[in-house]
């Protein structure tokens, strides 16, 4: 069935790379085709899944109902996710989820350019349910693994050679004033951060 | 079918009598013409038809036959890609399934070294009973598609010999992990065409092929995991959506009931499933890969060869 359009892959991003990650562009002129923001470390991202702690919700809408969630990472990060009126399933996740919570939320990343000109990335949020540690663990290992592989193939790629995979050349010429080492040290601290939460967890 | 085909059947039907029968090519011709055109026979079927006529006209027994035998091309399952072909087989029985109608006789799975394969035995055949385990040559059965999926037909004509020898099974089941990231619309407590031999989905409680029916309830997800390199489309069926879900069908349709709404129970599941790990296996149809087992991943994971990776870079 090669005329099924392919679901997009739903990256796995730190929110500090994530937070980074505001560059975006489409790659066909057709209006509806989808938006992808560029990852610091070389790989374009349409949909994006993360699991974290939701620390606080707040209804930021004017008119009508519009839900801010901040999903905190390992590292302490913040992922921000809007939720209005199109995304009622979310809003409503939103709305009735009691902070602290373990949350699985798979979204589009958005970015808007504030006042001072500076470009905030957030996710809208497709889906968002209430999950266990467990389930934040094994995102934390996974989202280490990803990282890491595409910090390698950043490292190992050769900007000279006219081969080079289109996004490691898209990222360093977009974010220059970006270091991969900040991407490295967000997944030591996660994984760091994780085995202090085991060893806690059998000394208990 | 054509002058010319049924006329390239006959002279092979020819040459096979050649040695002890004196037949007509303009005859033969004129047999295959008449079960062919007229009745809608398959050729396979007609040209056995037409050997067995000429056959008792000569007193003769099949295994005497030259030049090829009239048989089929011995396929192995992997093999089996188009429908309406003859073929034969050396199979074992992998599983039988209870039929669902009465025109069936027996219906299950087929397997040989390539893979495994539904069948069907159809009552109105009258043949012997397979059993569950044990392998056989199935001759002269007919392929199937459905929605890209082959299978195979028993019939009237099949021949089914046991083998001494055991037929060993592949596998041709793949493995998918990831996080569950979608659940897509005609999940939960569905409606499906209660006709014979129609299982399809009814929307608004038609069916595309049967229109409006009184839908029989079932429970199915179509779920979506993704493991942030690739995603896999996974199917499953009532068995398999139960032990996710932890809701049965009966229960499903009390929840329904309830609600007088029937979506309620898709947005029960998602609230139990979305968003958590598996790992499912099972063979793959079209696009989807159908569950057999599942499995939610919900075990420590080991951080320290990652973490030793990172620091290494």
Known sequence: MASTPTREVARRVFAREFNDASYTFKESDDDRAPVYVLLPTGQRANRVFVVGTLTETEDVGEDSEYWQGRVVDPNGDTFFMYAGQY???????????E???????????????????????????????????ATRDRWVVETAERTLDRIQRYADADLDDPAVDE?????????DQLSAENYRQSVVGALESLQDEQAEASAD | MTESDLRTHAEEIHEQFSDQLEIDVDDVV?????????????????????????LDEAGMDRDQLGGGG????????????APEEWVDMRVTVVELWDPRADAVAQVGLLGDETGTIKFTKWSKSDLPSLEEG????????????????????LNRTTTIEELDEAIEVGDDSVEAEGALVDI????????????E????????????????????FDLRIKGVLDDGEEVTEVIFDEEATEELTGISLEEGKEMAMDALDTTVVADEMRQKIMGRYYRVRGPTFGRYLLADEQERLTGPVDADEILIKARSI
Do not use: W
């Open chain 2, 70 to 81: 009239g048989g089929n091309e011995q396929v192995q399952v992997a093999d089996v890609d």
């Open chain 2, 134 to 153: 044990k392998s056989y040559a199935l001759r002269n059965v007919v392929t199937d598609e459905y929605q890209g999926r082959f299978s195979v037909k």
């Open chain 1, 167 to 175: 996004y490691i050349a898209m990222a360093d010429e977009e974010y």
């Open chain 1, 99 to 133: 902070p602290p919570a373990y949350v699985a939320v798979v979204g589009k990343p958005r970015t808007y350019e504030t006042d001072e000109g500076d470009v905030n990335v957030s996710i809208r949020p497709e889906s968002i349910s209430e999950v266990d540690e």
């Open chain 2, 184 to 195: 897509q619309s005609g999940s939960g407590l569905i409606k499906r065409c209660p006709e």
């Open chain 2, 197 to 216: 031999d129609c299982t399809r989905v009814l929307q608004n409680g038609r069916c595309s092929e049967h229109g409006e029916v009184e839908g029989e």
């Open chain 2, 30 to 54: 004129d047999r295959l013409d008449t079960l062919v055109n007229d009745y809608q026979v398959p050729i396979s079927e007609a040209r056995r038809s037409v050997v067995n006529t000429y």
């Open chain 1, 87 to 97: 995304q009622p399933d979310a809003a409503s996740m939103l709305r009735e989820l």
